[in-house]
T-cell receptor, first 113, second 120 residues
Framework: GQSLEQPSEVTAVEGAIVQINCTYQ??????LSWYQQHDGGAPTFLSY????GLEETGRFSSFLSRSDSYGYLLLQELQMKDSASYFC??????????????FGTGTRLLVSP | EAQVTQNPRYLITVTGKKLTVTCSQN?????MSWYRQDPGLGLRQIYY???????DKGDVPEGYKVSRKEKRNFPLILESPSPNQTSLYFC???????????????????FGPGTRLTVL
C-alpha cells in the first residue's frame, strides 16, 4: 500500500520561509501533488511534480526526490493568508496500474505577525 | 465558469435511509473522484472513475456505491447510511495525460465545495 507522512503542524512568522516535508512509502507512482485547504473550504491545487527536481510557481515551490522517497513544499515570503492546511498526494501505483489517489494526513501551517 | 458542483451542501439523515450526493463537472475531465475528510485522517479516496463506465475502489469504499453513466456526472450513493459515515465529502475531477485546458497545468485536481453529511 501507499502511505504519506507529513508533520502535523508548522508555525512561522510573516515574511519567513517554511518547508513542509512529505515522506512516502510506495513502490511507484505517477507524480506528487500539493494542495492547500483553508478552514471550511475545499482543497485547491498548488503544484505537481512528475519528475525529480524543483517546480516553482510564484512564492511556492515543490521538490521531489524519488530515490529518497521524499518531497517538500517550500513557501516563501509568508503571508497571513498562507495559514491553512497543506496536503501532499500521490496518484497511481506503477506496479498494479491502479490510479487511486492517496493523500497525506496534512500539515497545519500557522503564520503569525 | 469551470467548476465542480455538489448537492446537497449539507444533509442530516437517519441510519438506513438511502441517499445520493450528486457531483457534476463542466470541464470535460476524464478522472472523477470522491473523498471523505475526517479530523486527523486527512482526505481519503472512496471511489474514482477514469472515464464513463469505468470505476474503481479507493481506500475506503465500504458502504458506498458510485456510477459514471455520463462523463460530467459522478453520483455517490449510500444505500444504508450509518453514523460512521458522518463526514465531510468532496468530489473532484481532473484531466489525465495532458495539461489542463483551462489552467495549463498538469494533474490539477478541481474540488467541489463539499457536502457535510450527518447520519443520526
Amino acid at each position: 500500500g501507499q502511505s504519506l507522512e507529513q508533520p502535523s503542524e508548522v508555525t512561522a512568522v510573516e515574511g519567513a520561509i517554511v518547508q513542509i516535508n512529505c515522506t512516502y512509502q510506495t513502490s511507484g507512482f505517477y507524480g506528487l501533488s500539493w494542495y492547500q485547504q483553508h478552514d471550511g473550504g475545499a482543497p485547491t491545487f498548488l503544484s505537481y511534480n512528475a519528475l525529480d527536481g524543483l517546480e516553482e510557481t510564484g512564492r511556492f515551490s515543490s521538490f521531489l526526490s524519488r530515490s529518497d522517497s521524499y518531497g517538500y513544499l517550500l513557501l516563501q515570503e509568508l503571508q497571513m493568508k498562507d495559514s491553512a492546511s497543506y496536503f501532499c498526494a500521490v496518484r497511481g501505483d506503477l506496479n498494479t496500474g491502479f490510479q487511486k489517489l492517496v493523500f497525506g494526513t496534512g500539515t497545519r501551517l500557522l503564520v503569525s505577525p | 465558469e469551470a467548476q465542480v458542483t455538489q448537492n446537497p451542501r449539507y444533509l442530516i439523515t437517519v441510519t438506513g435511509k438511502k441517499l445520493t450526493v450528486t457531483c457534476s463537472q463542466n470541464m470535460n475531465h476524464e478522472y472523477m473522484s470522491w473523498y471523505r475528510q475526517d479530523p486527523g485522517l486527512g482526505l481519503r479516496q472512496i471511489y474514482y472513475s477514469m472515464n464513463v463506465e469505468v470505476t474503481d475502489k479507493g481506500d475506503v469504499p465500504e458502504g458506498y456505491k458510485v456510477s459514471r453513466k455520463e462523463k460530467r456526472n459522478f453520483p455517490l450513493i449510500l444505500e444504508s447510511p450509518s453514523p460512521n459515515q458522518t463526514s465531510l465529502y468532496f468530489c473532484a475531477s481532473f484531466r489525465t495525460g495532458v495539461k489542463d485546458r483551462i489552467s495549463g497545468r498538469w494533474n490539477e485536481q478541481f474540488f467541489g465545495p463539499g457536502t457535510r453529511l450527518t447520519v443520526l
